[in-house]
């Protein structure tokens, strides 16, 4: 069996307070695009991993596709399985691709041995997996709230619109950008200004880590900047980094933007 693991962008993403067990409490709307990885798991004689694409750090058993297997597995006691992950989207991107092969490897893994596990179930693995693993399960847009595994439903239909990503070829780790950000309630309510009309959100709808990380890299404010030049209604970061989206009413030519060839560059309707 073959799914294709689906991106998330971050549309604001607010740091409101610290939490007792380290983490930070967030706000932020998670919304689905289709920038996918590939992942096949099929039954085996023998636990077997590959992977291929763009270079994954880390040994094999701590990739979080074969950590949903062995969650799974501890439970239910699975059959072997050789997993192969093609990978796509950008890691230290922001995008959640890493959360996203985990979720859907729980879904893909309880369809093929058919263990009848309801979605909320499968949002209860998810969460012991990371903090915005359980999104991907329904992979619907959602207002996320504390490690962003808390969700509210959310009024916000982009459809129509078209959404370009660029990734500049910068890894920007978890850990880096907590340890810049800073915590602080915001005076408007995140949900509040989203559901204002969408030519307001460039005044209203912010990510805190594009304060705390747009001095440390600068490529980054050009990279938005570049978006409302050509002609964006809303950019932004997507969560901590680094990839940078801009929404569009048109489809755009992005093979034509000047950036580096080491730019990753995606574009599609939403």
Same mark, same amino acid.
């Given at each position: ?7 998330? &962008?971050? /549309? +604001? ?7 007792? *067990?380290?983490?930070?409490? =967030?706000?932020? $709307? ?58 796509? &989207?950008? /890691? +230290? ?7 996203? *092969?985990?979720?859907?490897? =729980?879904?893909? $893994? ?161």
């Amino acid at each position: 069996m073959m799914v294709f693991p689906n991106a998330k &962008i971050n /549309i +604001g993403l607010n740091v409101v307070s610290r939490r007792p *067990d380290g983490f930070r409490n =967030l706000e932020s $709307c998670f919304y689905p695009v289709q920038w996918q990885d590939a992942l096949e798991v099929v039954p085996a004689t023998e636990k077997q991993f590959t992977l291929s694409g763009i270079p994954v750090p880390g040994a094999s058993n701590t990739n979080l596709c074969w950590l949903a297997y062995d969650l799974l597995h501890a439970d239910f006691n699975l059959p072997p399985v050789a997993m192969h992950l093609h990978k796509n &989207i950008p /890691i +230290g991107a922001g995008m959640g691709g890493g959360s996203a *092969d985990a979720a859907f490897a =729980l879904c893909l $893994c309880n369809d093929l041995f058919q263990l009848n596990l309801s979605l909320d179930r499968l949002e209860d693995y998810a969460r012991r997996l990371g903090s915005d693993c359980a999104f991907f399960i329904r992979n619907k847009p959602v207002f996320a709230r504390e490690r962003g595994d808390v969700f509210e439903t959310i009024n916000l239909d982009l459809s129509g619109y078209f959404c370009a990503i660029v990734y500049p070829d910068l890894h920007i780790t978890t850990a880096e950008a907590f340890g810049l950000v800073k915590t602080e309630m915001p005076e408007v309510s995140l949900k509040d200004c989203l559901e204002q009309d969408i030519v307001t959100w460039k005044d209203t709808v912010k990510n805190d880590f594009e304060t705390a990380l747009f001095p440390r890299y600068p490529v980054l404010a050009q990279i938005k900047d570049y978006m409302y030049n050509q002609g964006a209604i809303y950019a932004s970061m997507t969560g901590s980094g680094s990839a940078i989206f801009g929404l569009f009413r048109e489809e755009v030519s992005v093979k034509e933007w000047a950036f580096p060839a080491a730019y990753q560059v995606w574009q599609g309707q939403l």
